[in-house]
């Protein structure tokens, strides 16, 4: 775990002061999407869509194979942000109170006390999270959804903001589980990184030859900017057709024979927060309804079972399901 004590040299804050202090909230996101991307090559949509999330205060999934920079994408992001992180290894001998901290007697006291665990930090990078019982899973469930942790009898609110980045390898099954519908569902979106093109990868092996660039990296903001750009975010309009129009397609996954179970109104909220993020990433207070339909796969396939397929659809299948439902409905004007 680090805290901006810990990373912050008299350099860094200076330049921190001076990102803060600027008026306009879209600064600050060019800045740290160039910032990560410099460090991340060759990912800047990816790097978009992880910012959507964070900015739409919701939490992101990258799931690829081994070595192509998911790992580095979550450091990458808290990096830039001065807030506390912590990066869990999931394991299957992993206990629900590795993550949420548990009770120890002291001496000194002689009482319990209560010692938290790496769960309480603004940013939790959850490392093969499949690798870990379904037991284990569930001890993320509540934070996720309302940004608390219950222990011991015992309820303590995170400081804001809050974003858990989790990774994990589709195609080793052997000593996985894989994620409850429940789980997915808390993922604002399920992401791919994709090997690298052969021009950022040429550029991959100079740049960290001399050691993890992530450590080369200047912060960009401090936890309460962001905040204040979620507050914003949500101050972007979304036109009742729009919102309208959504509604539609989610209500026909619900409808269709070709799935099982359709999206749910968590879903519906998140690709809403979705839209409005990556409004004001694109430096409008409005939606407009390309954005809704951009997002429509990376925000609902994951959230849906197939009827044929069931959960063990490919991601590819999933998709492809979600474009067809998006298709059949008219966008608005």
Known sequence: MHTADTILDKKNTDLLETVVGLPNLYQITE??????????????????LCL???????????????????????????????????????TPDLLPSDITGS????????????????????????????????????????????????????????????????????????GTYT???????????????????????TDILTNHRQGDPVERMDPVCSPDTI??????????????AIAGWMMDVVNLTRQ???????VSTRGALAW???????????????AIPDDAKDLSTKVLSHRVQLTESGSLARKAEMEAAIISVVNQVPLPS
């Open 31 to 48: 800045t740290l999407h160039r910032e990560i991307s410099s460090v991340v090559l060759g990912k800047q949509e990816v790097v978009r």
């Open 256 to 262: 269709s024979d070709r799935f099982n179970v359709g």
């Open 52 to 90: 959507t999330a964070l900015f739409a205060g919701e939490h992101i999934l990258l799931e690829d194979v081994p070595g192509v920079g998911k790992t580095l994408m979550g450091k990458a992001i808290a990096q830039a942000v001065v807030g506390d992180f912590s990066r869990i290894q999931f």
């Open 227 to 240: 905040s204040n750009i979620q507050t914003a975010v949500r101050e972007v309009k979304v036109d009742p």
């Open 272 to 286: 809403y927060r979705a839209v409005q993020a990556v409004a004001f990433l694109d430096k409008r207070d409005y």
């Open 103 to 174: 009770s120890i007697y002291s001496s000194k006291t002689n009482d319990f006390v209560f010692n938290k665990g790496p769960i309480f930090s603004n940013f939790v990078l959850a490392d093969e999270i499949n690798r870990a019982p379904p037991r284990t899973q569930s001890a993320l469930l509540e934070v996720m959804s309302d940004t608390q942790v219950s222990a011991d009898g015992q309820t303590w609110a995170l400081s804001p903001p809050f974003m858990v980045i989790a990774t994990q390898n589709p195609y080793e099954f052997e």
């Open 179 to 201: 994620l409850p519908e429940s789980q997915l569902d808390r993922f604002l979106m399920r992401l791919s990184m994709g090997y690298p093109d052969r021009q950022y990868e």
